[in-house]
């Protein structure tokens, strides 16, 4: 079972406090900032809906119906639009520009995530004051209850480190003052402040919890106690038992850009998803990190390393161009997918590729795997572009994730996507409080079965 190494659980609450205390702001909270925002945008929604409610978004095609809803547009999001061929844009700000405007740690060039969710909240670029408080306001929230940290020292070593956070996420619904405000009686119209609590209760406690399967499961059971004084990244860093500033650089950059990718992808859209069911943050994040744990989504990030150790066994030292064609053409024509390429939507190299690689080019440039993945970036997009089918060459986020951790000597791989999911969680919490501060229904598609599709066509199935 997990233990703190350092400072006794009351110590560290009244460090929290007196850390609470001293960075609090005069400047508005990011409470009273959504909801001073609030009225504004509900206005702007319904005015929209009055203008053009019954207009035609599109038309829907069979084909997007059995083909997974490529392309079909039937979700609000306003954290981020993605473009085929643009990229992401968060609230309007791609990564390069997010990177310059968003707060950042003394001495550091990276974004910090605590900002990143501030963005996608509100829309607004927060001081650097604001991000401190809000920093120190996770702090304050971090504490685990007992019951989850029992459950994880209980859970068998061979479990997926993916399927032990969906374990633990679910157990901390205990915590949700929305469950409990539901069941004394709740008007709707409140219901997006107990989200935003339980939100910001879920991220604080994140890093804890994450913490602590990586060191069940990988080492000594024993987590670094929170420190009030580090930013999110470095604190979490901290807890995993990385204490170098240049690995805490490496957490703020993964934690902001893996947040949010508009919200069609599976542990967006499922987030949402059962949140409408007013099932509580907790169980609905649960069931996005559930989504997550998929080797097409953000499982592709352990995959990919396997992968690349397995190419760099078959190549040896002195591999070249020509072997690692026939590797990659030995994976397609074995029917597996070429882990970290391709895109559901995108059309070009996946931007949150190319923050990393500039990483990679500052951090390491003399790497061995990071020089493999570059050569993989220079051969596999034309290898995969002579399958006709496949709509996208070009490497995803995942490609390059696995390669700056092996590094930093992060090298278990199948906890990667659990590094992902806390980031995730960054971007797709906000847009729950916004499902529930605009009012947002049940989310209930109609679904046909073959046989009514071909009548409505009339059509005579052979
Ligand atoms: N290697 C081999 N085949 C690929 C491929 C790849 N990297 N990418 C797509 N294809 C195949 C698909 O499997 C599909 O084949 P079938 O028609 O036989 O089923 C065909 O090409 C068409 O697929 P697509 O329209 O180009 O892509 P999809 O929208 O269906 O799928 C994705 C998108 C990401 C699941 C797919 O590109 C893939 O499997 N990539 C590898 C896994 C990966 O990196 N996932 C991470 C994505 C990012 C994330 O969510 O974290």
């Not at 003394?106 to 604001?130: C, V």
């Not at 080797?295 to 352990?302: D, E, I, T, V």
Request: hydrophobic share 40%; glycine share 6%; aromatic share 10%.
């Amino acid at each position: 079972m997990y233990r703190f190494s350092r400072a006794s659980t009351a110590r560290t609450a009244r460090s929290f406090r007196l850390a609470l205390r001293s960075y609090s702001t005069k400047e508005p909270t990011l409470k009273e900032t959504f909801a001073a925002s609030l009225p504004h945008k509900i206005e702007q929604v319904k005015a929209l809906r009055a203008a053009h409610g019954e207009d035609k978004l599109q038309e829907t095609t069979m084909n997007m119906v059995y083909g997974g809803q490529r392309g079909m547009i039937n979700l609000i999001w306003e954290g981020s639009v993605l473009d085929p061929e643009e990229g992401i844009k968060f609230r309007g700000y791609s990564i390069p520009e997010i990177s310059e405007k968003l707060p950042k740690a003394p001495n550091s060039s990276q974004p910090l995530p605590e900002g990143m969710f501030w963005l996608l909240l509100t829309g607004e670029i927060p001081t650097a004051a604001q991000v401190k408080a809000l920093s120190a306001e996770l702090h304050a929230r971090s504490t685990l209850p007992e019951h989850v940290s029992e459950i994880l020292a209980h859970t068998p070593k061979d479990l997926h480190p993916m399927a032990q956070l969906c374990l633990a996420v679910n157990a901390l619904e205990s915590e949700s003052s929305f469950a409990k405000a539901y069941d004394r009686g709740l008007a709707k119209s409140d219901y997006w402040q107990y989200v935003f609590e339980d939100s910001l209760d879920l991220i604080a406690k994140l890093p804890t919890v994450a913490a602590i399967i990586y060191r069940n499961v990988f080492h000594d059971g024993v987590v670094a106690a929170t420190d009030a004084n580090l930013d999110y990244s470095a604190n979490f860093s901290k807890q995993l038992g990385y204490n170098s500033e240049e690995f805490a650089e490496l957490m703020r950059m993964y934690l902001t850009i893996h947040t949010d990718h508009e919200g069609g992808n599976v542990s967006a859209h499922t987030t949402h998803l059962v949140g409408s069911t007013l099932s509580s943050p907790y169980l609905s994040l649960a069931a996005g990190f559930n989504g997550l744990a998929g080797p097409l989504h953000g499982k592709a990030n352990q995959e990919v390393l396997g992968w690349l150790l397995k190419l760099k066994e078959v190549i040896g030292a002195n591999g070249g161009k020509a072997e690692v064609e026939a590797y990659l053409r030995e994976t397609l024509s074995s029917g597996r997918v070429v882990p970290g390429y391709g895109h559901a939507v995108l059309r070009k190299t996946d931007p949150r590729y190319s923050a990393q690689r500039l990483f990679a080019q500052k951090h390491l440039p003399d790497f061995p795997l990071f020089k493999l993945v570059s050569q993989v970036y220079e051969i596999a997009p034309k290898i995969l572009a002579e399958k006709q089918k496949i709509k996208n060459p070009w490497p995803n986020v995942d490609a390059h994730s696995g390669v700056l951790l092996q590094y930093y000597g992060l090298t278990e791989q199948s906890y990667y996507t659990v590094l992902f999911a806390v980031s995730r969680a960054f971007g797709v919490l906000p847009q729950l409080i916004i499902d529930r501060a605009y009012g947002l229904p049940l989310e209930r598609p109609k679904s046909f079965s073959t046989e009514k599709l071909a009548e409505k066509f009339k059509f005579k199935l052979p």
